[in-house]
């Protein structure tokens, strides 16, 4: 179980993910050689998942971001394995998610531009699997995204 | 697309999974020497589209077992009511991402809660009385899948 010194030291790592590991001892007021022992050990056991690098899709000419919310027909009880097999062919989507409410899933889309979006919609989200409903929010602008607990 | 190779975007579909693999791994990864692989991590990194890196917890085992997204539309608008409304909701520790939208919804959040009860206390005392909020929907999430993207054939 990850104690105090384990909260403030991803509490530090989640604010500022770039900082060098021995900045991140001074912050978080451990000792270099214990800092990196703490980060093995949360990583090891999986407290830390993964470290990755964001891709700003933007930048490589995605100018469109998409929020697709489906509710699935219920009655196939291979609906959701089905549908998210099938998502998960098409390369434009970044993120599935599942859901209690009244949304059954929620993908991200992304495309180069509006051209390029209807196609996705027409040739890959509307073929999607036992689909009952879904609408879609279109992304204007990130205001905030930080990743961060309320440690 | 701005110039990039197979080879780059064999380098983001490998940095995108995991940011701490050395210039040297991922040199080896797609057939290039050290200095190579650096100069081409470092062209990435310095035209943005590496843009920084993000830490994923396992939220369940820091004690934090539900996230909430929530769908909100505005009951007022315009842009102060727009500024007030931002200004408010980044400012809650529990809300980790806020995106403006089109569509049935003006706003999404991705709210991390202790747990139900925790959630319900967020949603009653910070959400609701965020300025100018109208119509509230809230789906709790049970899975999340990132996926690489179009990155090529992985």
Known sequence: MPDRTDHRILRHLMADPQAPNAVLAQRAGVAPASLWRRLEKLR????IAAIQNRIDWRKLGYEVQVSLRFTLDKTSPRAFDEFMAAAREVPEVTEIQTFLGSVDLRLSVIARDMAHWQQIYRDRILTLPHVSDSDALMLVSTIKDSGELAL | ?????????????????????????????????QPAAWRRIKRLTDSGILAGRRVIVDNAALGFGVTVFLGIRLAAKGRTSLEDFERAVTAIPEVQTVQHVLGQFDY????????????????????MTLPGVGQVEANVMLSEERRPGPLGAS
């Open chain 1, 44 to 47: 090891e056991t999986g407290v």
């Open chain 2, 108 to 127: 999404r959040l991705r709210i991390t809660a202790r747990d139900i009860s925790d959630f319900e206390r967020i949603l009653r005392r910070r959400i």
């Open chain 2, 1 to 33: 697309m701005s110039g990039l190779d197979a080879t780059d975007l064999a380098i983001l579909r490998i940095l995108s999974d995991d940011a701490t693999r050395s210039a040297a791994e991922i040199g080896r990864a797609v057939g290039l020497g």
